[in-house]
């Protein structure tokens, strides 16, 4: 499992001072491409091959309300490997 650890920053935040839904998505896909350039699979790479990650389905379910400033941790399972389609799931706790 892929864990990396953000801040909510003013720019991720609504008029609540609350983590804005897209602003979650956006946190997700950063760990993603982390995932694939840590192990051997940079953006260049896809380009590169002409390929890249596809996305089928993104799904959120909230526990909290994360607030400005506030420490979350996002995690990225894969579930797939190279001879099946790649498949991952993500969490932001």
């Known amino acids: 499992m892929h864990r990396r650890q953000f801040y909510a920053g003013w720019g991720d935040v609504d008029v609540n001072a609350h983590m804005r839904n897209a602003a979650y998505l956006?946190?997700?896909t950063d760990v993603r491409l982390m995932y694939f350039i840590e192990n051997g699979f940079p953006v260049?790479?896809?380009?590169?091959?002409?390929?890249g990650p596809v996305v089928m389905k993104d799904e959120l379910e909230?526990?909290?309300?994360?607030?400005?400033h506030q420490e979350i941790t996002v995690t990225f399972e894969l579930a797939g490997h190279a001879l099946q389609p790649v498949f991952g799931k993500k969490r932001v706790l």
């Open 44 to 51: 260049k790479e896809f380009v590169r091959l002409h390929i």
């Open 26 to 28: 956006e946190k997700s």
């Open 62 to 68: 909230y526990f909290k309300e994360v607030g400005l």
